[in-house]
């Protein structure tokens, strides 16, 4: 019997460029790739691998899908996926980590500019033609402590670094990569946010990471520096961070992912003039599918030789 694929796309991991992909490199693939998910929904009890997004999986699905032994996330983070009470044990399930470096790097350059620079007031400007002008901060000189010392953060460290910035990391385990002039254990994580002009979470979203910027960190920075979170929503203490913009306690803010997501219309965090929002776009970029299929290429090679345990960014659970 061979093995069923089934592939779960989205606009930008459209079904069809991958189906044009994988039957290249495996002519005989027993393959569905498909944009409809509530159609996929409908096929997965003969599905032996499921290849999707994190947050299309639910507990419908997984229950459907007898036969599944493979989940490849086409996301680096999988919580959506492991906190489903119908992942069997035996399921193995796969990440792309690695892959999203490049956009969530650009990303935090583009909030801390717009931060430090005052980009919003600018277009305010320009929408009523006011020409004013005022002194522009730089990056250069400025120090950025990064939270969560993964992939990600090892691209950003060093772009960080070509800017002529000082940069700390506050990991969970020592270590220091590239273009890090020091790193802080967690515990340690205040003595790291006192020196930050900008403080860049990007830390996993675990039990241990739950609101691990609180009152208490925050209350330790400088009121002239910045919080980005390009995490997860769950890691920030969000009313904490209001209170400390609205007591000038802290410069501003950017936010791109939130506790609630979409962010709700009536949320107090719309109406800061201190917080950039966007809305969770860190991991997305235009070359999504290329960036992601040399990880989910090699992974169906290895499930299809029966090389799970050989695979990339196996996730326990």
């Known amino acids: 019997m061979s093995n069923r694929i089934i592939f779960i796309g989205q606009p930008e991991t459209d079904a069809s460029l991958f189906k044009a ?17 509530e159609f996929a929904r409908r096929q997965v009890e003969n599905a032996d691998a499921l290849i999707a997004h994190g947050f299309q999986f639910d507990e419908d699905m997984l229950l459907r899908a007898k036969r599944l032994r493979w989940i490849q996330s086409l ?10 009470a119908s992942l069997r044990a035996e399921v ?21 500019l ?5 980009f919003p007031r600018m277009q305010r400007n320009q929408a009523v033609h006011a020409w004013q002008r005022w002194p522009q901060p730089l990056l250069w000189g400025k120090t950025v402590v990064i939270v969560g010392i993964g992939a990600i953060a090892e691209v950003l460290a060093p772009r960080c670094k070509g800017f002529g910035m000082t940069v700390y ?12 002039d020091e790193v802080f254990a967690r515990d340690n994580l205040q003595r790291a946010a006192a020196l930050a002009d900008f403080l860049v979470l990007i830390v996993p979203y675990t039990p241990q990471t739950e609101k691990l910027i609180d009152a208490s960190v925050i209350a330790v920075m400088k009121p002239s520096a910045y919080l980005i979170n390009v995490a997860r929503g769950g890691v920030l203490d969000e009313h904490a961070l209001l209170a400390a913009l609205q007591e000038q ?13 979409p962010l709700p219309p009536d949320h107090p965090l719309w109406q ?14 235009a070359i999504y599918l290329d960036q992601a299929y040399p990880i989910v290429r090699d992974n169906l090679r290895k499930f299809l030789a029966g090389e799970t345990r050989a695979m990339t960014n196996i996730v326990p659970h």
């Open 169 to 180: 990391g506050v990991s969970g385990t020592i270590r220091r990569p590239e273009g890090f």
């Open 114 to 118: 717009a931060l430090l620079r005052d």
């Open 272 to 285: 800061e003039k201190k917080i950039i929002i966007t809305p969770h776009i860190g991991g997305m970029s």
């Open 92 to 112: 193995t399930v796969t990440s792309t980590r690695g892959m999203h470096g490049p956009q969530m790097s650009e990303l935090v350059f583009l909030q801390m």
């Open 249 to 261: 306690r802290l410069a501003g803010a950017a936010l791109d992912v939130f506790r609630e997501t």
């Open 75 to 84: 996301t680096t983070g999988t919580d959506a996926i492991l906190r489903l």
């Open 21 to 37: 992909q994988a039957l290249a490199d495996f002519p005989n693939l027993d393959l569905l790739a498909t944009n409809d998910r």
